[in-house]
């Protein structure tokens, strides 16, 4: 048994603390040095004050409480240096269960990468990529065999269609300006004069006829 041990009484080493729990006691820890330099403050205050009272009155008296304001000044030192180091302890433990954590959480992360690619190979994804790539080309393929017009005439050269229809045009444009020329020469149409004389009015003509029907009707007759 160790010194330590026979001294506190424990003859096994105890488990020792999670990181949560030494983080929550070096916190009480450093609440209890917080309020032991409010508590030195304020006595070292009271000491220079005392000895500012009695002056040259009471020297003794003087000179006993800044002794006592030196000690408590001692004290607050080693109370600063010693809630520095907790403080210290407390971040670097901290930071020591967060990288924890990260690591933890990076390692979890890895198992699940590695669960979801290992029932795939490479090989084959460039295979499925490969086959992907050939189904999108024979799609297109067969898209623009569909869409492509059918029937007699597919080979012509369309550059001897636009030279036909543009000789076409041009005869056009030939026959128009020959028309103009055409009727620019025709003398002008001579309409028929008004006649001057009356005509005879349908009714009377009427008349007339039927008179003359009606004699060669009694010629026959008789």
């Known amino acids: 048994m160790s010194g330590l041990g026979r001294l506190f009484g424990r003859g096994k080493q105890e488990k020792g603390p999670t990181p949560e729990e030494a983080i929550q006691k070096l916190k009480e820890t450093e609440k209890i040095l917080i309020k032991k330099q409010e508590f030195l403050e304020q006595k070292i205050q009271q000491e220079l004050q005392m000895a500012k009272k009695h002056g040259t009155k009471n020297k003794r008296a003087a000179l006993q409480a800044l002794r006592r304001k030196k000690r408590l000044e001692q004290q607050l030192a080693q109370t600063d240096g010693t809630l520095s180091t907790l403080e210290f302890q407390r971040e670097a ?24 690619y290992q029932d795939m190979d490479i090989d084959k ?12 080309e024979l799609a297109q393929q067969i898209s623009d065999a569909i869409s492509r017009p059918m029937g007699f005439g597919d080979d012509v050269d369309e550059d001897e269609l636009l030279e036909e229809l543009e000789e076409l045009e041009q005869e056009e444009l ?37 008179e003359e029907a009606l004699k060669h009707l009694k010629e026959w007759v008789s």
């Open 174 to 210: 030939s026959r128009e300006l020959l028309n103009v020329g055409d009727k620019e020469e025709e003398p002008p149409v001579e309409l028929p004069s008004v006649p001057t004389a009356h005509l005879p009015a349908g009714p009377g003509t009427q008349a007339d006829e039927d």
């Open 93 to 116: 433990i901290e930071n020591a269960t967060t990288n924890t954590e990260v690591l933890r959480t990076m390692e979890l992360a890895a198992q699940g990468m590695k669960k979801a």
């Open 125 to 136: 994804v460039n295979e499925l990529m490969a086959d992907i790539t050939e189904q999108q």
